[in-house]
């Protein structure tokens, strides 16, 4: 059993206080950093970590910081990406919930090594109750000599700002965060520049995702070959799965990198509920395509969801049961995407609508035999031809959908009704 890194203070009284965040050895990382280390090696530190984003593309992070162009006369800034609103994705929320400190201080040392005095955190509209708890987490920080000027005397001074979002899925994606942050409509932007070079107000920023952030203090105090020594060669660290749907325990377990795929639904979360059996899973949040039940012999770090044909994405796991009807299922999200497409994009946003209406077409029993090949065809006219991913993670379901439900989706077509219901009853017949 892994040791506890990321959740290892969540079950501690009071766990969300700087006291208990200090008391089990929280801040000491900071220290090292301001009296010890350069900003240039932090961010080596953490590039010989290995460590990848946690937010969805998995992209290295240190690599990332050595982006930010140090000739610059352009002040700098760190985001923190705490906008989730991935479904199936619930990980941020715990650590804001349980442990915000944890996140602060991995916010702290990423300004530091990118030389950024303003760092934002970037909060989904529906947290509520967790900017409340971050609100008091920095006057703590404040309190204790964190932030501020001067901080620990060591010259460097650091401000950190909460915004809140208004609860659009599109803020997610960085450059449209980037664009709400600055006060305007949350539309992505095209890349490049990319915002380590052209970020928020046209300056040079970073933006990391909570989970990214929090591995950092662990990194600074226990080192990269420690970091590097947990999951697989090329996903190091621990990494926080989400796993929901028809499983009998659903929550966040802690694991390394890496861990199969069947390990996570059957022994931690439980397995399948009512002892039913399993018929496909969605690997990395809404957006990912879905695996059929004999596909799930994988280990979950990024280049391995990616060989079976999906992605590891946010990690957020959902399970579907024999009883699922999948073309509902695919509905059901198409439905969402329909209603988060911001509507910048002709392909997505005059598209991503259209494939809705035929899903509720055929869910409705009044689907014609040019349907399902007419879903595949406005896929093609959406995908890659967007400027942010929304447009492919609108595609992913219902390509993958099509691509291994496909009798359920003709059954539709052909019956006017869905094969899963017919199944069941024919079942309850026969008992």
């Known amino acids: 059993m892994m040791e506890k890194i990321l959740t290892r203070n969540i079950a501690v009284e009071n766990s969300h206080r700087i006291s208990a965040y200090i008391a089990s050895g929280g801040y000491e990382a900071l220290k090292t950093v301001l009296n010890d280390l350069s900003p240039d090696e932090v961010t080596d530190i953490?590039?010989?970590?290995?460590?990848?984003?946690?937010g969805g593309a998995g992209f290295p992070a240190g690599v990332k910081w050595g982006f930010v162009p140090k000739e610059t006369d352009k002040l700098k800034y760190l985001v923190c990406n705490a906008d989730e609103s991935e479904?199936?994705?619930?990980?941020?929320?715990?650590?804001?919930?349980?442990?915000?400190?944890?996140?602060?201080?991995?916010?702290?040392?990423?300004?530091?090594?990118?030389?950024?005095?303003?760092?934002?955190?970037?909060?989904?509209?529906?947290?509520?109750?967790?900017?409340?708890?971050?609100?008091?987490?920095?006057?703590?920080?404040?309190?204790?000599?964190f932030l501020g000027k001067n901080i620990l005397s060591s010259g460097y001074d650091l401000d950190i700002i909460?915004?809140?979002?208004?609860?659009?899925?599109?803020?997610?994606?960085?450059?449209?965060?980037?664009?709400?942050?600055?006060?305007?409509?949350?539309?992505?932007?095209?890349?490049p520049p990319f915002p380590a070079v052209a970020g928020y107000l046209n300056s040079p920023t970073i933006v990391n995702n909570v989970e990214t952030l929090c591995c950092v203090p662990h990194i600074i105090s226990r080192g990269a070959d420690w970091f590097k020594s947990?999951?697989?060669?090329?996903?190091?660290?621990?990494?926080?799965?989400?796993?929901?749907?028809?499983?009998?325990?659903?929550?966040?377990?802690?694991?390394p990198m890496g861990t199969p795929l069947k390990e996570l639904i059957f022994e931690?979360?439980?397995?399948?509920?009512?002892?039913?059996?399993?018929?496909?899973?969605i690997p990395?949040?809404?957006?990912?395509?879905?695996?059929?039940?004999?596909?799930?012999?994988?280990?979950?770090?990024?280049?391995?969801?990616?060989?079976?044909?999906?992605?590891?994405?946010?990690?957020?796991?959902?399970?579907?049961?024999?009883?699922?009807?999948?073309?509902?299922?695919?509905?059901?999200?198409?439905?969402f995407y329909a209603h988060e497409s911001c509507g910048q994009c002709t392909p997505c946003r005059e598209g991503v609508p259209w494939m809705t209406m035929i899903l509720g077409r055929i869910t409705n029993g009044k689907g014609g035999r040019r349907d399902i090949d007419l879903l595949l065809d406005i896929c093609k006219s959406i995908e890659r031809k967007t400027i942010c991913p929304f447009g492919d993670a609108a595609v992913a379901p219902v390509k993958s959908y099509i691509d291994k439900f496909r009798e359920e989706f003709d059954y539709y077509v052909e019956n006017k009704k869905s094969m899963v219901q017919e199944n069941e009853k024919s079942d309850i017949v026969a008992n």
């Open 162 to 191: 909460i915004t809140r979002g208004a609860g659009a899925y599109i803020c997610g994606e960085e450059t449209a965060l980037l664009t709400s942050l600055e006060g305007k409509r949350g539309y992505p932007r095209i890349k």
């Open 284 to 335: 990395g949040g809404s957006s990912t395509s879905v695996l059929k039940a004999d596909e799930i012999d994988i280990a979950m770090d990024f280049d391995s969801v990616a060989a079976a044909g999906s992605m590891l994405g946010s990690a957020g796991i959902i399970v579907m049961d024999e009883q699922t009807d999948m073309v509902d299922a695919c509905y059901n999200l198409s439905r």
């Open 46 to 54: 953490v590039k010989n970590s290995g460590l990848r984003g946690r």
């Open 87 to 145: 479904p199936g994705t619930f990980k941020d929320r715990l650590i804001l919930d349980n442990d915000p400190h944890m996140m602060l201080e991995g916010i702290a040392i990423a300004s530091y090594a990118i030389g950024a005095n303003t760092a934002f955190i970037y909060i989904r509209g529906e947290f509520a109750a967790q900017t409340l708890i971050l609100n008091e987490a920095i006057e703590e920080m404040k309190e204790k000599g």
């Open 230 to 255: 947990i999951g697989t060669e090329m996903s190091s660290g621990p990494k926080l799965y989400c796993v929901s749907g028809h499983v009998r325990n659903p929550g966040v377990f802690e694991l």
């Open 268 to 281: 931690h979360a439980g397995g399948v509920l009512h002892n039913r059996k399993l018929k496909a899973v």
